[in-house]
């Protein structure tokens, strides 16, 4: 793990946004049940579509998962690409795999 220190001694974990960072970032978020939260932001495709980014934390606001959702035009689901906690590719979606 790689820490660092700032300007008033305190160590952070590299690559780990406390609360306020991750509500700057994501302009939409939501407390799950289990006290997880839920973060994502909407971006306009380069060619066609658009993408959410999905991030979710645990309490302490440790990253449990990110993932990049591709839509068509339609709105509909067609790709998923998972960051974190392993950067599996990104999946295309068949048929019917496809949700609205």
Known sequence: ??????LLGSTKLIGM????ENER???NWETLP?????????RPGGDFGWCRYVK??????NTISFVQEVYDDDDILIEVHQKYPADTGHRY???EDKLS
């Open 56 to 61: 979710i934390v645990d309490e302490n606001e």
């Open 1 to 6: 793990m790689c820490y660092a220190v700032n």
């Open 34 to 42: 289990d006290g997880r939260r839920r973060y994502w932001r909407q």
């Open 93 to 95: 979606l068949g048929e």
């Open 17 to 20: 946004a406390t609360r306020k």
């Open 25 to 27: 970032a994501f302009s």
